[in-house]
């Protein structure tokens, strides 16, 4: 059996169709989604997918949001809030749409988003593959966020600022730590979504005051 492809200690026990050649079992989960932009056929893909995704929401935060002192939360920055709205826009248009739409797909959604962000290097691809999003509304959001700029009441010469890699996944990752507090553990249900289009249907003359009411 041959070595491992990626650290060339560990014996390649499972064939990457991506990278075409062998790795052992601690590399293909590190590497998994993370480098290499897995195909749908792989079957280590399908069968560790319903662990990652247990893994994702059932980590715990540090922080609550309710708890956090008001200089620490990154919402109390109308500028930021405008970014958190462009990141949760797309959850109101499917959660509005479709009935069967949970806290959990929503939360999944928000994580892939925020590793689109933080990830530097290109994902290696399978040859010949068509690239489609792994994450339909995640891709949303990231392309939601990616055109988001933001614009003072009075605009002057430079005014209209951009945002950062770093500030969009903060962004994300408050707007995640709010989903999961409001979730409650039942993340098949619509608890966060429900709050979400409370919240939305709240929100005036957007496009001029941009008062957006943010999670709590």
Same mark, same amino acid.
């Given at each position: ?5 990626? &650290?060339?200690?560990r ?9 075409g050649?062998d790795?052992?079992? *601690?590399?293909c989960?590190?590497l998994r989604?993370?480098?290499i932009?897995?195909?749908?056929t792989?079957?280590?893909? +399908? ?6 995704? !247990?893994?994702? *929401?059932?980590k715990?935060?540090t922080?609550?949001p309710r708890? #956090?002192?008001a200089e620490?939360?990154? *919402?109390k920055?109308e500028?930021? +809030?405008?970014?958190? =709205? ?8 499917y ?5 069967? =739409?949970t806290?959990?797909e929503?939360?999944l ?5 925020k590793?689109? %962000?933080?990830?530097?290097e ?7 593959e068509?690239?489609k999003? !792994?994450n339909?509304?995640g ?5 939601s966020?990616?055109?988001?700029r ?12 951009s945002?950062?890699k770093e500030?969009? +996944? !903060? &962004?994300?990752? #408050? ?6 507090? %409001?979730?409650q553990?039942? =993340?098949?249900?619509r ?8 919240? =939305?249907?709240?929100?005036?003359? *957007?496009s001029l !005051?941009?008062? +957006?009411i943010?999670?709590?």
């Open positions: 059996m041959s070595k491992c492809a990626k &650290c060339k200690q014996k390649g026990k499972r064939h990457c169709p991506a990278l050649d790795l052992c079992s *601690l590399c989960g590190m989604e993370k480098e932009h897995c195909p749908s792989c079957t280590f893909l +399908v069968k560790h997918r319903p662990y990652q995704e !247990k893994r994702i *929401l059932e715990k935060e922080v609550e708890n #956090r002192a620490e939360d990154i *919402l920055d500028r930021m +809030v405008w970014l958190a =709205f462009h990141a949760e826009a797309p959850l109101k248009v959660g509005e749409k479709i009935e069967s =739409f806290d959990k929503a939360i959604a928000l994580e892939y988003a590793e689109k %962000f933080e990830k530097a290109k994902l290696i691809h399978l040859p010949g068509e690239i999003p !792994k339909e509304i891709e949303a959001i990231h392309q966020m990616e055109k988001c933001y614009e003072k009441d009075i605009i002057l010469p430079g005014e209209i600022q945002y950062t500030e969009k +996944v !903060k &962004c994300l990752e #408050r707007i995640i730590l709010s989903a999961k507090h %409001f979730a553990g039942n =993340f098949e249900g608890n966060y979504l429900h709050e979400l289009l409370v919240r =939305f249907d709240k929100i005036k003359d *957007l !005051k941009k008062k +957006v943010t999670p709590p």
